[in-house]
């Protein structure tokens, strides 16, 4: 066999012109990766734009709210910012109604109790900070925040004793203003309360929430899912009201805008995070002044079930439960709910036998 010989002047011609092409794929190679990152970064800059851009037209589209409650409307100053809050009719004791959490939440739940009410009774109602009408900026409320405000409100607005009525979540807010100032509350009426603390499932969601619905696009982006008409349309007909029928589409928009006010958001966010939760059946066990719980007897969240360990904490409490309603019995039933409470309050004043019935 016949050896091939390669010189060393040709071995070193042959590994230079291996090493130009090496350099020649090396550059192309980091070309081309520049350039697709290049394109990534300008398709991920493109795509958070578009969506940021999105989230904020939703909330340009709502439309702006005002006093939709009657009456006479005011702002009470916190270390927070203010409350908004309104005055309607006349008579004793003054009532103070606080509304529940949840998207698109805010006093107006109250707005068809009130007409009833206001014909016998002088009826506050405010909106907690974040909500409705009072201010709202990006600060993580908590319990303690509200349960301040509430304290506060009863002692320099209302300035006399109350009955005091709070919906569902807000129900261990009232509790615990109940507790840190019995003076100021003449009694109780808590409606469909949450029993207990979260469980740890609910805690661990919580957690998540935390973390996500602080981020700006991720957390925007997943309130504006959260809060879509859609969403709160198949959230009322499966929690809120019994009769179907009443889930219109005045009531989807009113909810849609509600939520989509400027910064509405964070006191959402407060709430889903698990902020606004306090466990308040040791304070509810204490309270010495009448309490009255009211449920709608089709409740699935916040069920009647649990009405027998709030009056195992507190045996003189009474239970008024009313047909047909779910979490807001107080909205789609307020003749009734208004009768319950005006007997309840006129038994008290009467000072005769507590009731308890089903209406």
């Not at 039933?333 to 038994?347: C, N």
Request: charged share 20%; glycine share 8%.
């Amino acid at each position: 066999m016949k050896k091939i010989r390669i010189r060393s002047h040709e071995t070193a011609d042959i590994l230079a012109s291996l090493a130009a092409e090496q350099a020649l794929c090396d550059s192309g190679g980091r070309k081309a990766s520049r350039a697709a990152w290049k394109t990534g970064a300008l398709l991920t800059v493109g795509v958070v734009g578009a969506v940021s851009a999105a989230n904020a037209l939703i909330f340009a589209r709502a439309p702006k709210m005002g006093n939709r409650l009657g009456g006479a409307f005011g702002r009470y100053p916190t270390r927070y910012g203010d409350l908004a809050y309104t005055v309607t009719g006349a008579g004793k004791p003054p009532l103070l109604l606080l509304h529940g959490f949840g998207a698109g939440n805010s006093a107006f739940e109250w707005h068809e109790s009130i007409d009833v009410l206001a014909q016998s009774y002088s009826v506050y109602t405010l909106d907690f900070l974040g909500w409705g009408l009072s201010d709202k900026y990006r600060h993580a409320h908590t319990a303690a925040d509200y349960i301040e405000m509430v304290s506060n409100f009863m002692e320099d607005v209302v300035a006399e004793a109350c009955i005091l009525v709070a919906s569902n979540g807000a129900a261990p807010i009232a509790i615990e203003a109940a507790a840190r100032a019995p003076h100021n509350v003449a009694g109780l009426v808590l409606i469909c309360p949450p029993f207990g603390d979260a469980s740890e499932g609910q805690k661990l969601s919580q957690k998540w929430l935390q973390k996500v619905l602080w981020l700006p696009l991720s957390g925007t982006s997943l309130y504006n899912f959260i809060t879509s008409r859609a969403q709160i349309e198949q959230f009322a007909r499966r929690h809120l009201y019994f009769d179907k029928a009443r889930v219109d589409e005045a009531l989807v928009n009113r909810y849609h805008a509600t939520a989509h006010q400027s910064a509405a958001q964070f006191g959402v966010f407060a709430f889903l995070s698990g902020a606004l939760d306090v466990d308040a059946r040791q304070s509810w066990s204490r309270l010495q002044m009448p309490s009255l719980l009211v449920w709608g007897r089709n409740a699935q969240i916040n069920p009647l079930e649990t009405a027998p360990e709030w009056l195992a904490l507190k045996p003189d409490a009474d239970l008024a439960v009313i047909d047909n309603a779910m979490l807001l019995p107080h909205a789609e039933h307020p003749q009734r709910f208004a009768q319950t409470l005006q007997r309840w309050i006129g038994a008290l004043q009467e000072k005769s036998s507590p009731i308890g019935a089903s209406v």
